[in-house]
């Protein structure tokens, strides 16, 4: 059916206006005020906590808790060399990888894999290197650079 001014109609709900409460029987909301009769829901102040069921023992304490979260794990941003090899540019610094768009922000820590070939000779600065990144910058002629003071390039 094609549209046109004699069948345009507003969206369901766009007319109805807000729910006004304790205004009266008149407004068909009267009495309890849409709260029902009694009850926890019914009374001033009620609040409940998230997954409350009523005093019974809440699905997120019934479950088992499994697992370890180390507060002290050191997050990698991992880069692949195929991500490096096809920027085109010939020396990547620790300010470089925000700029161009490959690590979230400028103190992020780097760790360079081994995925993909380099064509070009590149100087790559990182925190981490694998050892076949090592290989295959070494191999194209270019040089891996650790940051912070590592004694080891290959360190995985």
Excluded: C, W
């Amino acid at each position: 059916m094609a549209k046109n001014l004699s069948n345009l109609r507003a969206p369901k709900k766009a007319n109805t206006g807000r729910k006004r409460v304790g205004r009266g029987m008149g407004s068909g909301m009267g009495k309890t005020s849409t709260r029902g009769h009694k009850g926890q829901g019914s009374r001033s102040g009620s609040s409940l906590m998230r997954g409350f069921e009523g005093g019974q023992m809440p699905l997120h304490r019934r479950l088992p808790k499994r697992g370890f979260t180390n507060i002290f794990r050191t997050e990698y941003t991992v880069i692949n060399l195929d991500r490096i090899a096809e920027l085109g540019v010939t020396e990547i610094a620790q300010d470089d990888y925000k700029k161009l768009g490959l690590a979230s922000s400028k103190k992020a820590l780097i760790k360079i894999l081994g995925s993909g070939e380099l064509t070009s000779a590149m100087t790559i600065s990182a925190h981490k290197f694998s050892k076949s990144a090592v290989e295959k910058i070494e191999k194209a002629g270019g040089k891996a650079v650790v940051l912070g003071g590592e004694p080891e390039a290959a360190k995985a």
